[in-house]
């Protein structure tokens, strides 16, 4: 049940009294409040219901607070939760900071993407950004930049070229160093003489003031774009020397990577040159982005030597190689998309209100076929910042066809749809769609009437050798399901999906067992190829299920039954498709076992790893009890009833006992809201309601809203104070 209002708000009074030692509500106690919401959403372990907790707290706590404070952390909040509705206040704040300018104009770019995933029609969304343009282009020129940028791409959706030109302009007068406007206003306009004379009339103005770092920047994007790369890498360099002498700060990313890109394409020796922007760099950070181009410079320093390197300084955890930078690694240098996907998805739940990190997730997450991880976790509209992400890293691998193609399928009247249908329709591009469709009819005229004849139905039924595996982390709370596929005829298949001229294999997936649910949940995933599935070539195929209705059923059945019946589109002779089910006779489906039986053995090892000097086996062990104490308590059809409760109690306080923050964290935030024992609700009280750390506060603070010890407390308090507020809270029914 969600704390109502009242609730909400005598927390954030009473909170102060006993976590921030505060005798009344203070701006800093509420928003301290406001901010522990945040630190333990992004802890591991909270459901949507607990978030959105959270968030109606943090809601109520941030009506006290400066909205400029207040409002990066609702942002971040926002794009987690799925039940309160944050549009009232971020579009109220985003137009107020707008009016009287922000500290985090990064923060009001954000609650702009969110507004417009709010909105649905096109009139919708442009009197929003024409609102925010109107508002910010004296106070805050980065953001009604980056709104000028936006209408200009829905203006080339309906194609009106110039009025989309002309909110370029107006996104690089207003922010020059706005890259992506610089660069689609330059390819908007290459041929157009217009933008030759600006060309000319900068190279002006710089004659007459040479220390105008944006004039610098824009004709060094200019010289880029034309072609003239010792130009430009010239006029970056001072670009770099102004902006440092004016500004005292770091370059930022926004000068140094177009820089580095432009030494790139220069060719040949610029080692040297390299190593001179690198040292110019803030040495705090790390960017994946400038290091990788190392390998392209120094030719001493191989790709192995670089994935040492940063794999080391990711192990330390020295707070220069994040799992963000691993996974872009892995995706666009060394090209390994499984260990990037690995990586990413630790970056997602480490921080998933980050854009860099939703970005490189949904990039992994579509590369594998997931398509619907990416419509339930993610904004669909990343599809485009993903191709997006593809098409920019041509310079460290091969450009991808197939992220760009599915960019074009997905928004083709968007500005990455058009750009990506313009590099599809290359002629040497071999997934263009007219060598495809070349491809396709020659091979639909050799194997159509094959499959027409031999394939026509349910029980002509290709034969393919199919087998799954499952792997199930108990610790990481995911299932991970693997499918190989393998051709066993002696031609090959040409697999074709309706939507564009690439093909799909559907796995469907259902379950049974304890549960006596049949088909409780379907699960399909499309797998893309572009070429034929060839004679005796195999087709592996896995995905994670680490949410969802699925996962739920495998943890309330301790036994379950995967059933994975794939199937396969194929195209006939006259061009009709048709759902052909593949053969599953040979081991399609396998059983999950959710929690081993209990025995003697088991539970003592548990016990016993509480108090072990290795951390991962002590939140292991912690969680294992926690997991027991709610399933044995909470859920009666359970099996293993048979272990004394008594046992499991013990082992818990065991765990918190150990007074380690990480094991606190896990085991609180799995009892949150759950009804536990008067021992446990005393631990809590007398150690856990007074640590140092604000999460741990906050979430026993949870636990005991509902305890009769803890509402003495408030009791106690609220003479102490003569609060009315509590006082009404405590009467109340």
């Not at 909400?8 to 505060?22: E, Q």
């Not at 030494?263 to 994946?288: C, H, K, S, V, W």
């Not at 049974?512 to 049949?518: A, C, N, R, T, V």
């Not at 199937?567 to 396998?590: A, C």
Request: with cysteine; glycine share 4%.
């Amino acid at each position: 049940m969600l704390i109502n209002r009242k609730m909400i708000y005598t927390l954030s009074v009473v909170l102060p009294i006993f976590c921030f030692s505060a005798p009344t509500l203070t701006a800093s106690g509420s928003y301290d409040i406001y901010k522990l919401t945040t630190e333990i959403v992004a802890s591991d372990g909270l459901d949507d219901a607990a978030i959105s907790r959270c968030g109606s707290l943090a809601l109520a706590a941030a009506q006290y607070e400066n909205a400029d404070d207040v409002l990066p952390l609702i942002v971040d909040l926002a794009e987690l939760d799925v039940h309160n509705n944050y549009q009232e206040y971020i579009r109220k704040n985003l137009l107020l900071g707008l009016k009287n300018g922000s500290k985090y104009p990064a923060v009001l770019q954000r609650s702009v993407d969110f507004i417009l995933q709010q909105l649905n029609t096109r009139e919708e969304k442009t009197v929003f950004l024409e609102e925010v343009f109107e508002q910010g282009q004296n106070s805050c020129q980065e953001v009604a930049s980056y709104a000028a940028l936006r209408l200009s791409s829905l203006c080339r959706e309906v194609f009106l070229k110039d009025q989309a030109n002309e909110y370029l302009n107006k996104a690089v007068k207003l922010n020059p160093l706005n890259v992506q406007a610089n660069e689609e206003l330059i390819a908007e306009n290459s041929q157009d003489q217009s933008l030759k004379d600006k060309a000319k009339l900068l190279k002006l103005k710089l004659e007459l003031n040479p220390y105008d770092f944006k004039n610098a920047f824009l004709y060094a994007m200019f010289l880029r774009q034309y072609g003239k790369y010792d130009d430009a890498v010239q006029m970056f360099g001072w670009t770099a020397d102004v902006f440092e002498h004016f500004t005292d700060e770091y370059l930022s990313a926004d000068i140094y990577i177009p820089w580095i890109e432009t030494l790139n394409a220069a060719g040949g020796d610029r080692l040297a040159q390299y190593n001179l922007i690198m040292e110019r760099l803030d040495p705090r950070t790390f960017d994946i982005r400038a290091e990788s181009y190392r390998v392209r410079f120094d030719p001493e320093f191989s790709l192995e030597d670089f994935e040492k390197e940063i794999t080391a300084k990711y192990l330390i955890n020295d707070g220069k190689v994040t799992a963000t930078d691993m996974a872009w690694f892995y995706a666009f240098v060394k090209a390994e998309p499984e260990k990037s996907f690995d990586y990413s998805k630790k970056a997602y739940i480490q921080m998933p209100a980050k854009q860099h990190v939703r970005d490189i997730y949904t990039y992994n997450l579509m590369k594998r076929g997931d398509y619907d991880r990416v419509n339930i976790f993610l904004n669909p509209q990343n599809n485009n910042q993903a191709a997006r992400l593809a098409m920019g890293q041509s310079h460290v691998n091969k450009i991808d066809y197939e992220m760009i193609r599915l960019a074009a399928d997905s928004n083709p009247l968007s500005y990455e749809g058009l750009e990506a249908i313009s590099i599809l329709s290359e002629t040497e591009n071999p997934y263009s769609p007219q060598a495809l469709d070349k491809n396709f009819q020659s091979l639909a005229g050799k194997y159509g009437p094959l499959i027409t004849e031999n394939f026509a139905g349910p029980s002509e039924a290709i034969d393919m050798q199919i087998s799954t595996e499952g792997v199930y982390d108990t610790l990481n709370d995911s299932l991970t399901i693997k499918v190989s596929v393998e051709n066993i005829l002696d031609k090959p298949l040409y697999i074709r999906n309706d939507s564009c001229f690439t093909g799909g294999i559907i796995l469907s997936c259902s379950i049974s067992g304890d549960l006596e649910i049949e088909d409780a949940f379907i699960l399909n995933t499309i797998r893309q190829l572009s070429k034929p599935l060839m004679p005796g070539e195999k087709l592996d195929i896995s995905f994670d299920i680490g949410h969802g209705n699925l996962f739920e059923i495998i943890k309330r059945a301790p036994q379950a039954r995967l059933i994975i019946t794939p199937k396969i589109t194929l195209l006939s002779d006259i061009g009709e498709s048709q759902l052909i089910p593949l053969k599953t006779s040979r081991g399609s489906s396998f059983t999950l076992q959710r929690i081993p039986d209990l025995n003697t053995q088991i539970l003592s090892n548990n016990y016993k790893a509480l108090s072990s000097n290795d951390l991962p086996r002590q939140i292991t062990a912690a969680s294992f009890f926690a997991d027991l104490y709610i399933e044995t308590v909470f859920n009666p059809a359970y099996k293993h009833t048979a272990v004394p409760k008594e046992l499991i109690v013990k082992s818990i306080e065991k765990a918190l006992e150990q007074n380690v923050k990480e094991i606190d964290i896990r085991v609180l935030s799995k009892l949150a809201n759950r009804e536990i024992p008067e021992s446990l609700e005393t631990m809590i009280i007398r150690s856990k309601l007074s640590s140092s750390a604000p999460e741990i506060r906050l979430l026993s603070a949870y636990i005991l809203k509902t305890s009769n010890k803890y509402k003495q407390l408030l009791s106690q308090a609220a003479q102490i104070e003569q609060d009315p507020l509590v006082k009404s809270m405590l009467t109340s029914p």
